[in-house]
């Protein structure tokens, strides 16, 4: 079973940064499709960023298009978003998230992580 451990939300003020973190505890990492989704009090859970395993492919939703970067670092294990310019309709707990194949919205997804908070105020 694949581990994935989320770090980073925190409360951050319109049109500010924060980058969030997800570490991988499988041995293959470079074999997974990872991606970010978020979930609103109220609302379903929205695909915001895929990243293939090899790295060359990226998708993003429309919402956080230009804005959100999604990145991976193989020697850690590590997947992180860069999310700039944040506006308060992105306040949602942020989910990493695992797949076995990718595709653009990181559809069938294996592995969840535990979810983390970022709040954007105004």
């Known amino acids: 079973q694949v581990q994935l451990v989320e770090s980073g939300g925190g409360l951050v003020q319109a049109g500010g940064a924060l980058i969030l973190s997800c570490a991988a505890s499988?041995?293959?990492?470079?074999?997974?499709?990872m991606g970010w989704f978020r979930q609103a009090p109220g609302k379903e859970r929205d695909f915001v960023a895929s990243?293939?395993?090899?790295?060359?492919?990226?998708y993003y939703s429309d919402s956080v298009k230009d804005r959100f970067t999604i990145s991976r670092v193989y020697a850690k294990n590590t997947v992180y978003l860069q999310m700039n310019s944040l506006k308060p309709e992105d306040t949602a707990v942020y989910y990493c998230?695992?797949?076995?194949?990718?595709?653009?919205?990181?559809?069938?997804?294996?592995?969840w992580g535990q979810g983390t908070q970022v709040t954007v105020s105004s």
């Open positions: 998230a695992a797949a076995k194949g990718w595709s653009p919205k990181l559809q069938d997804v294996h592995y």
């Open positions: 499988a041995r293959t990492f470079s074999t997974y499709a």
């Open positions: 990243i293939s395993g090899s790295g060359d492919n990226t």
